[in-house]
């Protein structure tokens, strides 16, 4: 029931872009996206509901495929501060109140 | 507002001890949880709690044990500890509406159970 993401780590120069993708074996109905810098409490970015629907604020988006079961997160001209290990998080009907995380995605973003 | 707060920060445990971590939230959410991070991993929820006097199983619930008497406080007790439980704790709250919602989440307690 664990999502699976991927990739594991993925190492980019400032500026470049990154896809991290989350993808589960069961329905969905939320997807939830956390980052979380070393030594420190994961930190919310968004939220994505079954429809399909498309999220975003400032360089950072997100989709939702409810009928692949799959996320993906986009970093566009990735900066210094984006670095940290990026988690997403799945609700598997309306109401389970809960999440289900995965294994998570280490990025580095060197200057 | 101090959002959500855990204490200790920091703690280590002899084998078969016991203790409880606090945590506490003055946002007044009804949803409130509990998660342990091994290193290099993900986040396996213990204990979740809908409401004062409502609690529920996670993941891995085994070793532990929690109540939630009231909205604000939601602790978090381990039992004849082992180091299979040395890892670190995150207490988190929520406001859901009818889906699991933002999670805001404690600064974290460190766990070492020699």
């Known amino acids: 029931q664990q999502p699976v993401q991927s990739p594991q780590a993925v190492i980019l120069r400032e500026g470049e872009d990154a896809v991290i993708n989350c993808s589960s074996s069961k329905a969905l109905y939320s997807v939830h996206w956390y980052r979380q810098k070393h030594g420190e409490a994961p930190v919310f970015l968004m939220i994505?509901?079954?429809?399909?629907e498309q999220k975003g604020h400032d360089k950072i988006s997100a989709s939702f495929n409810e009928k692949k079961q799959q996320s993906s997160l986009y970093l566009t001209a990735s900066q210094l501060s984006y670095s940290g290990t990026y988690f997403c998080g799945t609700e598997p009907r309306q109401g389970a109140q809960k999440l289900v995380f995965g294994q998570g995605t280490r990025l580095t973003i060197n200057p | 507002n101090a959002g959500v707060t855990q204490t200790p920060k920091f703690r280590i445990l002899k084998i078969g001890q016991s203790m409880t971590l606090q945590c506490t939230q003055d946002m007044n959410h009804n949803y409130m949880y509990w998660y342990r991070q091994d290193p290099g991993m993900g986040l396996k929820l213990i204990y979740y709690?809908?409401?004062?006097?409502?609690?529920d199983k996670g993941e891995v619930p085994n070793g532990y044990n929690v109540s939630r008497s009231t909205t604000e406080d939601f602790p978090l007790r381990l039992e004849l500890a082992a180091p299979s439980q040395t890892s670190v704790y995150f207490c988190?709250?929520?406001?859901?509406?009818?889906?699991?919602?933002?999670?805001?989440f404690g600064e974290g307690s460190r766990l070492t159970v020699l």
């Open positions: 994505l509901l079954k429809g399909g």
């Open positions: 709690s809908v409401g004062a006097g409502i609690t």
């Open positions: 988190a709250s929520s406001s859901n509406r009818g889906s699991a919602g933002e999670l805001f």
